[in-house]
């Protein structure tokens, strides 16, 4: 915005000059001048900002295809290992579940003996 402003105040210097009469010509040859060179930096900064603009957006989806492509591989391998360890608890649980019910089948064997055939096993 500062080339703006300074086209603009340019361009009022150059009309006051006009507006006076007997300015000298060459006062008002040289404001001419200075507000040509003020709209060509004006061009130039428009120029610049339009390129930084297209570069930070192609930076900026550049990035996100970037970020995307990380979290996607972030939750991927998260899931495997969700997985994994869910596989590993499912055995470590069927393995518990197997030696309760041989536990409980000994258990629930010695109970339906009769009590003189318990007490024979037991000495």
Do not use: C
Not at 52 to 59: A, D, H, N, P, R
């Amino acid at each position: 915005m500062m080339a703006k402003h300074d086209v603009d105040a340019k361009k009022v210097k150059w009309a006051k000059l006009r507006g006076t009469p007997g300015s000298p010509p060459e006062r008002l040859a040289e404001a001419e001048r200075e507000v040509s060179e003020a709209e060509a930096r004006l061009r130039s900064s428009k120029i610049a900002y339009e390129e930084l603009v297209s570069t930070m957006t192609e930076e900026l989806n550049r990035w996100q295809k970037e970020r995307s492509a990380d979290m996607s591989a972030l939750l991927r391998d998260f899931a495997l290992a969700q997985a994994s360890m869910s596989s590993e608890g499912v055995k470590a649980w069927s393995g518990l579940l197997a030696e309760l019910q041989a536990v409980q089948g000994t258990q629930t064997l010695a109970a339906a003996a009769p009590p003189q055939a318990a007490a024979a096993a037991a000495q």
